[in-house]
Structures are given as C-alpha cells and as structure tokens.
C-alpha cells in the first residue's frame, strides 16, 4: 500500500507542478489582460471559453494514445508503442489543423451567434481568438506528445519542457502587451509562440526516446495505420465528447452569464474560474497518474493491484478539495478584488465561489474514477455522465433558475454547482458496476 502512494505521488507530483505553472500563467495572464480595462477582461473570458472548446478537442487523440502505449508499455512492446506513436503524431496535425484554420475564418461569426457582444468586446474578442486559432495545431501535437512520455510513466520531462514554456509565455505577455504595446493581441501571440517552443522541444526528446533519433522509423511509423488509428479514435472520442461537453457547455454558459450579468458578471465567471483550476492541479495529477498505473497494471493482467491504487488516490483528493475549500469559501471576496476591485464583480465572484465549490467537493471522484476509466481505455462510461449532466440537465436548469425563477446570475451558479455532483454520481455508478476491468482494446 504505501509502494502504491508513493508510485502515484511519484508519477503525480510532475503533473501536479506543471499545471501549478500553467495555473500561474493563466492567473497572470487573467491580472495583465485585467489591467487593460474591464472590456478587455471580459472579452478574453469569453474568448478563451471558446478556444477552450476547441483546444480540448486534442483528448481525441491523446485519451487513446495514453490508454494504448500504457498497455503496450506494460507488455514491452516497443514495436507498438511506435507504431501508436507516429499514428497519434500524425492524427494530432490533421485534426489541429483543419480546427485551427476552421477556427480562425469563423471567429467573428461565432462569437457573434453566441454571445452577441457590443461592438467593442466583438473587436477584443475577435482579435485575441483569431490569434489563439492559429496556433491550434501545436496544442494539439503537444497534447499528444507529452501523453506518450506519461504513458511511460515519465510525467518528469513533460514538467519542465511545459514549465519552461510557460515561464517564457508570462515573460512575452509583459513585453508584448505592454512594451510593444500590443494590448489584448500580445497575450495571444506569447501563448502561440510559447506553444511552437514546447512542441520542437518536446518532440526532439520523443524522437530519441521513442526512434532513436532514427529518422527511417520515425517516418514509417507515420501513417494512418487503420486498425490502430481506428483504436485511438475509438478509445479517443468518448473521451473527448467527455471533454468537450465541459468548455461548450461553459461557453454557452459564459454566453448566460453576460446576458444576466453583462461584463461584471463575465469578468466574475473568468477571474473565478481562473482560481478554481488550482483546486484541480492536484486532482489532476492524481487522475493521470492512476491512469498510466491501471494501464500498465492491466496490461501485465495485474487487475488486483488497481484496487489498492485507487483508494489511496482517493485519499490524496479529498484531503485537497477540503483544504482549498477552507480559503475559497471563507476569504473569496479578498481573493476576487486582487484582479478587480469593481463592488459588483467582487459580489458576483463571492457568490459563484461559494455556491460552484459546494458541488467541486464532489470532483475528487469524478477525478480519481475518470483516470481509471481513460487508464482501462473504457471512456464510455464517463462521457454518458458528462454528458447528461453538462449538456442534458445544466443548460436548462441554468436559465430556468436564472430568468422563470428570478434568481438572476446566483441561478447560474446553482445550477453549475448541481450538474458537478450529478456527473460525479454517475461516474460513481459506472465504476462500481466493475466492467472496466475486462475492457479488451
């Protein structure tokens, strides 16, 4: 047991400090954009919301590669492992390409059909998303390639190639935003450039890793192989309709929100949900970690020793979701005027804290119990409770409670708070009923 808690610390804690740092880099990135004015602020929460859509659509392919290559890892076959590796490589450009480019010729017609912003937050909008679409691709390839190190059980290199790439990212926000004086567009052109950095360097160590800095194998291996491609976009597309249900439903919800509470209140959903991705800095560490140990544990048909992993990362998470609660719930206002200080975008953020955290206790499940569904390659399951809970009941319930029953933005809160714990009681039901254990992939 205690082998077992410090192989998943093991593997976690690199994963846990590179999303610290993608944190960081998104918390400052929310403060400089922040400082340009509240437009501004507003425009990029609500340009990320749909960048969010989109760059999550790379679980498509990385949920499948990682649920793969562990197996494949856990069997020594190397000829496997390259094999998925240059399927997945090439599977990632395609797909990041064409939603990139798509992205970017649509920008203005999407924000325009969702959110039906004033024309100055359209122009804000419109030219930090534009920028964002054109780095789609590296998103995805990065996506990718820092899976098939995971799925080796090496979540090290990834933290410091991501870490350094985000440090260079914040040091381009500054110089760009305010030294060049290139405004809300500097922001998004740090973040291309810091993206095209971490895929050059990340793909030169899997290219020696996985190829031996062999270019023959390299370039066989990438090919649309249909059997494999078939199984990482089989294992892939559960997955990402899992993912996506999340930031489409909040880009909907994003859309409601400046409806009920106009620029204050995107400003309030951006900075909180900003804060909020710390609480799951170490939930998500714990749900890849447990990903790759079920995998590898399946793949040498070890299925005893998944019990075992399961509770002690369950341990790990609730300890961290009551920790943080103890700040977002008690000093949320102090923690909100940091980045604004507008009384109704703190009044706001106070109550979206409060009332959404009630229902993220409940996250250390849909966390621990969703690793081990990617790590079995059974990704079914956790997309149905995504899915009834993000796109069936929190839509709905949103605007019913927000407009029928007058309870104006604070219905948008409870309604958020209330799809989290139903998608937690799902995924509870699923994993319990133990069919993970025989999926064959």
Do not use: H
Not at 64 to 83: D, K, M, P, Q, V
Request: hydrophobic share 50%; charged share 10%.
């Amino acid at each position: 047991m205690k082998t077992d808690i410090k192989k998943i610390l093991s593997l976690a804690w690199p994963v846990m400090l590179g999303m610290v740092f993608q944190s960081l880099l998104a918390t400052v990135d929310t403060y400089f954009i922040s400082q340009l004015g509240l437009e501004q602020s507003a425009s990029s929460g609500i340009a990320n919301s749909i960048s969010g859509v989109v760059f999550v659509m790379s679980t498509l392919v990385s949920a499948g590669t990682i649920a793969l290559i562990a197996r494949s890892f856990g069997e020594e076959n190397w000829e496997a492992i390259r094999s998925i590796s240059g399927n997945s490589l090439l599977l990632s450009a395609c797909v990041g390409i064409v939603l990139g480019l798509s992205g970017y010729f649509l920008t203005t017609s999407i924000l325009e059909v969702f959110f039906k912003p004033s024309a100055s937050i359209l122009k804000y909008s419109s030219e930090y998303l534009g920028i964002m679409f054109l780095g789609t691709v590296f998103v995805f390839l990065n996506s990718t390639l820092r899976t098939i190190l995971q799925a080796m059980g090496d979540t090290r290199t990834p933290l410091f190639i991501f870490g350094l790439s985000n440090i260079i990212n914040a040091i381009l926000d500054y110089i760009l935003m305010f030294i060049f004086d290139f405004g809300i567009a500097g922001a998004a052109f740090a973040t291309v450039i810091s993206n095209i950095a971490a895929s050059i360097a990340i793909g030169y160590i899997v290219f020696g890793r996985i190829y031996n800095f062999d270019l023959k194998k390299l370039t066989e291996s990438l090919g649309f192989n249909l059997k494999t491609s078939t199984r990482i976009l089989r294992i892939g597309g559960w997955a990402c309709l899992q993912q996506v249900a999340r930031p489409i439903t909040g880009m909907l919800m994003f859309s409601l929100v400046y409806s009920v509470g106009a620029a204050e209140g995107s400003a309030a959903f951006n900075i909180g949900a900003q804060l909020f991705n710390y609480t799951f800095i170490i939930l998500g560490g714990l749900s890849m970690a447990i990903s790759v140990m079920v995998g590898q544990a399946l793949g040498r048909n070890d299925i005893d020793s998944c019990d075992s992993i399961i509770k002690q990362g369950m341990k790990v998470a609730i300890i961290n979701i009551l920790v943080f609660g103890v700040l977002y719930i008690a000093i949320p206002g102090q923690i909100i005027g940091l980045f604004r200080d507008e009384p109704l975008v703190v009044q706001y953020g106070i109550s979206y804290m409060r009332i959404v955290y009630a229902g993220i206790i409940f996250v250390a499940w849909t966390s621990i119990y969703s690793g081990v569904f990617q790590g079995a390659g059974d990704t079914f399951p956790p997309m149905i409770s995504a899915m009834v809970a993000n796109v069936v009941l929190k839509l709905p319930l949103a605007y019913l409670l927000a407009y029928p029953f007058k309870l104006g933005i604070d219905g948008v809160w409870i309604a958020i708070s209330l799809s989290v714990v139903i998608e937690a009681l799902g995924i509870i039901w699923s994993f319990r009923k133990g069919k993970w254990k025989q999926k064959q992939i």
